[in-house]
């Protein structure tokens, strides 16, 4: 984007009626309407706006995830922010242009929308989640823009780039990239934490046991009560392999096929792809804590 082009952005004094945060911070819709109300929407020369903390550009911040993985790039030379090169990003997106209100159009989903399709091929559905607005005023650069992140969960990893600008794009387990977050730019840092924060709170423990014998066979259930009925079924010669943290049973089973090098899982069309429950969560988490049942096996 040409630096004189009109980038959109709030006054600074109407993101501080909000109250001062650093990081990634959830909004609830009625916060996330009020920041983004066209009321407060103005657009100025972006040569302008990058030297201004009295004007907040807002910024599409769009991280595409499938089953515990995430989308994920380098910031390459050809990149306008000279600021980011080098650095890895999981975030999509970039300013909202004048050009995006042409028609009466809603500028900033017009922008959103156009800076995804620019930036990378999707070609896979995907669910759209907020997660919250990120911030980072300590910096030159994180003074005068504001992310506004959703994040899509893909039905397959079908997302390549289309910009040189995205280097060594790839998908990577959240939980890898989250552990090499100091590679990554600051904002990226702030949602790979609150992606594994989710994660974890949401996930179960599933266990990877392995049979040998005339042919080896290999079974994923549920740690605790509810893979019983699984490992009722074992030779007493079974050993467990390893365990798998997942949020549903295709995650699960993506992170399986994985594990044991069988590529990529593909569900059944009609297998429902939904969160565990949360009594499940909190049933397990009792039995991890409770050492009777803990020590006692099941």
Request: charged share 25%; with cysteine; hydrophobic share 40%.
């Amino acid at each position: 984007m040409p630096t004189d082009e009109r980038v959109l952005g709030i006054p600074a004094a109407h993101l501080a009626a909000w109250g001062h945060f650093l990081g990634l911070r959830p909004a609830a819709p009625a916060d996330r309407a009020r920041l983004l109300d066209p009321a407060h929407f103005e657009f100025r020369p972006r040569r302008e706006c990058e030297t201004d903390p009295a004007f907040v550009q807002l910024i599409p911040y769009v991280v595409l995830t499938c089953r515990g993985r995430v989308f994920h790039y380098c910031r390459g030379d050809a990149g306008t922010e000279t600021r980011l090169q080098s650095l890895r990003s999981v975030g999509i997106g970039g300013h909202i242009s004048e050009a995006d209100a042409a028609g009466g159009s809603d500028p900033y989903e017009t922008g959103l929308r156009r800076e995804v399709a620019e930036e990378v091929a999707v070609a896979a559905a995907h669910t759209e989640h907020f997660l919250g607005f990120l911030r980072d005023d300590r910096t030159p650069v994180g003074r005068v823009h504001l992310g506004v992140v959703h994040r899509w969960e893909l039905t397959a990893e079908a997302a390549e780039p289309r910009e040189s600008a995205l280097a060594g794009a790839g998908w990577a387990d959240l939980t890898a990239c989250t552990a090499e977050s100091p590679e990554f730019e600051t904002w990226s840092q702030f949602v790979l934490a609150a992606l594994e924060d989710e994660r974890q709170a949401s996930s179960l423990v599933h266990e990877v046991w392995e049979e040998r014998g005339e042919c080896t066979s290999y079974t994923l259930c549920l740690a605790g009560p509810r893979g019983d009925g699984h490992r009722a079924m074992l030779g007493v010669g079974a050993r467990l392999l390893t365990t798998i943290k997942a949020g549903s049973w295709t995650e699960a089973m993506s992170a399986y096929y994985r594990h044991q090098g069988w590529g990529v899982y593909t569900p059944e069309p009609d297998w429902p792809d939904e969160p565990y429950p949360a009594e499940w969560v909190a049933e397990q988490r009792q039995m991890a804590s409770d050492p009777a049942t803990r020590d006692g096996g099941g």
